[in-house]
């Protein structure tokens, strides 16, 4: 379970992907899989919610990260490279690097 | 603080705003208040958490709603549509009705 507040002092990623709905199992199999294998293990990993849409168009990945150095150096990871290739494979994708500005409500 | 879980029966609304980087305070400012002043207010509202990019472009809402039912009837509440046009004046959006295939980690 992850939690979102204000004023904690983590990276947001929030990964929009475009998929063919076709493929929308697909690709949230292969990232809780690229989750669940590897980005879990890297240092400054926080958490990864994966989500589908109704439409089947979109699969969304919001992911928290201790920092944006620790998220950069994923880049670096081999084993990450794989399952990143794996995914723009399937999908374009539009990362959005971003920090919580407000969270009311829970 | 709002919580991503797998297994909740939540609508997820991810409502990613492009904005001109000038605009992008004044945009989150509004979300906030609109949250704050009305839709908290609506029946079967969650939580809503407003991020900034961190290159000034985007704007995002992580919102979650009872239901999709509750979510829909926003179109209808007079007040919200005040503040969605407000906001549509400043960005552009593209909102993705989802819901959470797994969250790993938090």
Request: a neutral charge.
């Amino acid at each position: 379970m992850a939690t979102i507040g204000k004023g904690r002092d983590v990276l947001t990623l929030v990964n929009v992907f475009t998929v063919k709905p076709a493929d929308q199992e697909k690709l949230v199999q292969l990232l809780i899989e690229a989750t669940d294998k590897t980005m879990k293990r890297l240092p400054g990993f926080i958490s990864a919610s994966i989500h589908k849409s109704l439409d089947g168009a979109k699969v969304v990945n919001y992911a928290q990260w201790r920092s944006k150095q620790d998220f950069e150096a994923i880049k670096h990871n081999p084993e990450a490279a794989v399952h990143m290739k794996a995914a723009a494979a399937l999908a374009t994708f539009d990362p959005i690097l971003c920090e919580v500005a407000d969270s009311i409500g829970g």
